[in-house]
């Protein structure tokens, strides 16, 4: 089946500082990722849309200063927490959709998330 | 905007009793539906979904019709196993294919 990897698992920084979360498609190409932040207990937030070759495409009320998304390849995406504070502490999760599957194919392959916690 | 609604867990279920997981959504047009579930240190994986009204998504035993009249997407098992330990995701596509999650049902089925 489709596998999409995140790294590193966790990450603990202090505030200030930069955390570069990796998102990976094993076996299978995405043109098409997404990035989502989940607080406890609370639903999956899609925070932006990464498009191959193209800049990202956030939604309202993120940051795109703040959370710098590259999707350099089609089997990597990354999200940059720039200038990280304890409010950006959260769940990270990245999902990929396969580009053997047309537009409006809505079947989307997630990672297992990065945990975020910011000192 | 899209907005989903489903049941607050955490649901506890003895092995072999039948589960419901209620959704319901909010939308503008067509969307379809979907059931998500996460398993302990693992991502979301699609467990069923349908994409249109009156489709019947199924998988693993699971099964869930998509409900226009009443917006209703609620997810059922005749008997659930140790293993269907989980958390429960209802979600619903919009304009892009931009998933709109609900909160999430942790289930906890116990021999």
């Known amino acids: 089946g489709a596998v999409v990897s995140q790294h590193p698992s966790r990450v603990i920084c202090k505030s200030g500082t930069s955390v570069k979360i990796e998102c990976r498609s094993l076996d299978f190409q995405a043109t098409t990722m997404f990035w989502y932040r989940q607080f406890p207990k609370q639903s999956l937030m899609l925070m932006a849309t990464s498009n191959e070759g193209s800049k990202a495409t956030y939604e309202q009320g993120v940051e795109k200063d703040k959370f710098l998304i590259n999707h350099a390849s089609l089997t990597l995406s990354t999200l940059t927490v720039t200038s990280a504070h304890p409010e950006d502490s959260s769940f990270y999760i990245c999902s990929a959709r396969d580009i053997r599957t047309g537009p409006g194919t809505d079947t989307q392959y997630f990672g297992p998330g990065t945990r975020l916690t910011v000192l | 905007g899209n907005s989903v609604t489903q049941m607050e867990g955490p649901v506890t279920l003895s092995e072999e009793a039948f589960l419901t997981i209620n959704c319901t959504y909010t939308?503008?047009?067509?969307?379809?539906l979907f059931w998500y579930v996460q398993y302990p240190g693992e991502g979301l994986q699609l467990l069923l979904k349908a994409t249109k009204a009156d489709d019947k998504g199924s998988n693993k035993g699971f099964e869930a019709t998509y409900r226009k009249e009443t917006t209703s997407f609620h997810l059922e098992k005749g008997s659930v196993q140790v293993s269907d330990s989980a958390v429960y995701f209802c979600a619903l596509t919009g304009t892009a294919s931009k998933l709109t999650f609900g909160t999430g049902t942790r289930l906890q089925v116990t021999l």
């Open positions: 939308a503008t047009g067509y969307p379809s």
